[in-house]
Structure formats: C-alpha cells, structure tokens
C-alpha cells in the first residue's frame, strides 16, 4: 500500500488532535481559534491549520465568523435537546438495520467490545468515566451495535452526532457525584440486541440517550448560559494568543 505524503499525514494527524481537544473540552466551548496560538498549541503551517479547521465546520464543531476567523461551536440548551432528538432517530434506524443485517461475527464484536469496556470500568473504580481510555471503549461498544447496519453514510452522521454529544457527557462529568450504572444499561442493551428483539433494543437506546441528556442537565445545564464566564484553562489562553 502507498505511504501517504507527510503533509497529509500532518494534516490528518492534526485534524484528530483538533477534534480529540474539542470533544473532550480541551478547547471549551466559544472559544476563540487564533491562527498563531494553534500553530504554537499543534506544531503545524497555517494552511495545515486552516484545512483542519475547515473540516471541523463542516463537523459542526467549529464555527467560521465572517471576517472574524473561528470559534470552537458553542453549547446551549436548545443544540443538547434537538441533538438528542436527532441523535434518537439515527440511532433507533441504525440499531434496526443492524438486528436486520448482522451476522455472527457482529454479536461476537459487540460482546468482546461490552468485555473490554465492562473489564476496565471494575479496574477503574467509581471515577472510570473520567478516564479517556473507557471513554474510546464506551465509544466502540456504542458503534459496535450499529456497525452492520449496512449505510457507511447513516453510520458516519450517527458517529458526527456522537462526538457532539461527547461534549456534553465531558461537561456534565466533572459535577456529578456519580454516575449511573450503565454497565447494568449496556448490558441490558447488548442482550435486547443479540437477541434480535428490535422493539426493546430501540426502546432501550432511546432511554439511554435521554437519560443521558437529562443528567447533562441536571449536573450541568448552568454552564450552557454562563460558558464565555467559565475559568480558561493553559489551552483556552493558548488559543486565543
């Protein structure tokens, strides 16, 4: 297989770095994405900043202000309720499909994608949603139960429509006390689905996800209004140098 350019490499090494830093709230919400801060935060040209940031807009996770140059997309109150209800429908289609078309190969990926989360949320302890490694794990498993629904298309807008939402599940986690047992959730999920029990499977993810949303509120719905006044970090002052 022929090896990729270093530029594009650079490029696409960025991009994932720029998308990990917002998703993950690196880089908060609002925050303004100065050329020369970023160029010094990733190592890279301008025009490698410019092509990335230009392939977050299309994502929906950086904004372009006319004459103003970018910001990391805001949140609020009304982008979490109708990114949920988005979100529903996509899920609820992908999760159809996939019961429909998935083979044995499938379940046995979702199983081995429930074990590996599930093993290291008991090594982690009560604090395992903090870590970044079960964040990517919780991820596969979520995208291991739609992975045969057969439309790489749907499959990418549910995977855009995700990462949005990771946003929110990052915010929300550094105030809340707890969090639900959702090992008892997934599992519950992970059987509705093997059992090719469409009805309850759809149910299921649809109360997770509104679950979800409404513990986002309940923990953190203060910031949605209050999120230009919120502490800056090194990387929200690195940004706007």
């Known amino acids: 297989m022929r090896d990729r350019p270093a530029g594009e490499t650079r490029a696409a090494d960025v991009l994932h770095r720029m998308r990990v830093d917002i998703i993950s709230c690196v880089l908060k919400p609002g925050a303004k994405l100065r050329f020369e801060g970023l160029r010094d935060m990733y190592a890279v040209s301008f025009s490698t900043l410019r092509e990335a940031l230009s392939r977050l807009v299309a994502e929906g996770l950086v904004v372009a202000e006319d004459q103003r140059g970018f910001v990391v997309a805001p949140v609020s109150m009304a982008d979490l309720n109708d990114l949920t209800y988005v979100r529903v429908l996509v899920e609820r289609e992908c999760l159809g499909l996939a019961i429909k078309h998935g083979n044995d190969d499938w379940e046995a990926d979702i199983i081995g994608a429930f074990h590996r989360m599930d093993r290291l949320q008991d090594r982690l302890g009560s604090n395992y949603y903090l870590s970044g490694e079960w964040g990517k794990l919780h991820g596969d498993f979520h995208f291991s139960l739609v992975a045969a629904c057969g439309s790489p298309n749907l499959l990418e807008i549910r995977q855009k429509l995700f990462e949005r939402a990771h946003r ?74």
């Open 168 to 241: 929110y599940r990052r915010m929300s986690s550094q105030f809340r006390p707890k969090w639900r047992a959702k090992d008892v959730e997934h599992k519950m999920i992970m059987d509705s689905v093997i059992a090719r029990d469409t009805a309850k499977a759809q149910e299921l993810i649809e109360r997770h996800i509104r679950e979800t949303t409404e513990n986002v509120i309940k923990h953190a719905g203060h910031l949605f209004d209050a999120t230009d006044e919120a502490p800056r970090t090194r990387a929200d002052h690195v940004a706007a140098e």
